[in-house]
Structure formats: C-alpha cells, structure tokens
C-alpha cells in the first residue's frame, strides 16, 4: 500500500508543477515621477536686543555686541547646474543707532548648503549672505540651518546718544541664481 502511495505522488508531483507554472499571469502600469522645484526659507526667533554696554575701563570704546541665537531653515531643489542665494536687508525707513551699523554674518553647514558670503553692513537694499545653494534641507529645530550673527558695530562714539532704541525688520530672500 505503501509502494502504491508513493507511486501515485510521484506521479502527481510533476503534473501539479507544471500546473501551476502554466497558470502565472502579470499585468504592468507605468508609475511617472516627477520633482518639483521647492524654495522655501524660514527663521528660528528673533535675536536677543544688541545693547551697547559701558567699557571696563574708562577711555576705552564699548565693545560691540552680537546675538548668535538664530539660523536660517531652508529646503532647496534645483535643476541640474543651478544655484540660489539667500539675501538680507531690512525695511525702507529702517536705521541703526546714531553712531552705529548693523552687521549680518551667516554660516551655513557647507556643501550644498551654500557658501557664507562674509558679513554685510545691513541696509534697505538686498545683498548676498549665503551663495551657491544647491538641492538642500537644512533641517529644523535648534542649531540647524545658517547660523545667524549679528552685531551691533559702534562707527562713531561722539554720535553716540544714550537711550536711543531702534528697531529692525530684516528681511531674508531664498532667490535663484542668474
């Protein structure tokens, strides 16, 4: 009985293998992708207030102060060869202190995230501080993105006067490349 058993599976297993082969069927789709361009920027809070403070010693010039607490975010796709820059100034009618300049440095991770433009004396009119852009996301959250320094620049001590407070509105502009 045993012998009959295995002779009827032997026999079996070739026919149901090859059924099954012969019963496949396939069916296809096409899938079409496609990457957008994206320009999108944001800032982390606003800087601490840039008080000039009293020298340690008298005849001395104050010191300069500077806030480094906030970075540019952005995500950046390009085409193939293109680049963006990152542009800062502030509002017409906008001004430092009596005395003073406003500079802006910032720091981006490198790669293609861009290359610092060196520090700027801020102004109504747009200038670069981050150049050479690529395809990017710089991430979000504390200590991510172009670190953002600026600096309170005393130009002229006797033009000092005390009290006086301004305020900004600084402007940054993700914008491509010619």
Known sequence: MLRLKRAVLLFMAPLITVSLLL???????????????ICVIDVTGNPSI????????????PANPSDSSTY????????????RSITAQWA???????????????????GNHGTSAGTITLSPTPQNIVTGIGSCATGRGPSNGARLTYTLVITDVESLVAGEEKTVTVTLTLTDDA
């Open 50 to 61: 840039l008080v000039i403070l009293p020298p340690v010693n008298g005849g001395d010039v």
């Open 23 to 37: 019963a496949q069927d396939t069916a296809s789709q096409s899938v079409t992708m496609r990457v957008s361009e």
């Open 92 to 110: 017409a009618g906008d001004s430092a202190p009596s005395g003073c300049e406003l500079q802006l440095q910032a720091q981006p991770a490198g």
């Open 72 to 83: 540019a975010q952005y995500t950046s796709v390009v085409a193939s060869g293109k680049t």
